[in-house]
């Protein structure tokens, strides 16, 4: 089992001295696999709360759902909510999240149902702009470039829209590059 007895709910500052720390001995992933809740989607989850208690306690209670009620050994990494980056399964094994990528690829769960939300202003934008973040440690962690995302959608055998119809691929690989880049300039920046 790869879930986190205690997940952590970070900021992107956070996340990114987290992944700092990791090495992947075991398994490297090659790819970014991004998704969207559904449900809960950005109005259940602000009904629920915000904050670092909320988010902790609901990436505990997906992880029981997903070993007890789903049997699986792990889930998506990561979860990422308007406020924080949620890490919700070790960042060093593989998850459950898209059948045809888990081997491969960390899973992102973004907050949000982006068949019918909006991903460009509001709650959604802040999802977006945490996710881009964290996929650009990620990718600069791995030495992996923005070609290295996928979206869920593209595992045919899922039958999914994940991670929503109203998700650009080649609009949001741009930014991931951009991204990409900024974070290359940080690590600089602050290199000891």
């Known amino acids: 089992m790869t879930f986190l007895v205690n997940p952590l709910a970070l900021t992107v500052d956070g996340f990114r001295d987290f992944v700092a720390t990791k090495k992947w001995p075991h398994w490297r992933p090659s790819h ?50 308007p406020d924080l980056i949620i890490v919700a399964c070790d960042l060093e094994a593989d998850g459950v999240h898209a059948s045809c990528f888990n081997h491969v690829s960390i899973g992102i769960e973004m907050v949000g149902h982006y068949d019918v939300e909006d991903f460009e202003s509001g709650d959604g934008l802040a999802v977006q702009k945490n996710t881009l973040a964290a996929s650009a440690i990620l990718l600069h962690a791995l030495g992996l470039k923005a070609d290295s995302l996928l979206f869920h959608r593209e595992c045919l055998h899922d039958r999914k829209t994940c991670p929503g119809t109203r998700i650009d691929k080649p609009t949001m690989a741009k930014r ?17």
């Open 176 to 192: 991931l590059a951009a991204a990409i880049d900024h974070e290359a300039v940080y690590a600089v920046s602050h290199a000891a």
């Open 32 to 81: 970014l696999c991004w998704h969207n809740t559904g449900e809960p989607d950005l109005t259940q989850w602000r009904h629920f709360g915000l904050g670092h208690a909320a988010a902790v306690q609901r990436a505990r209670n997906l992880n029981h759902y997903y070993a007890h009620q789903m049997g699986w050994h792990s889930g998506p990494h990561l979860f990422i909510a």
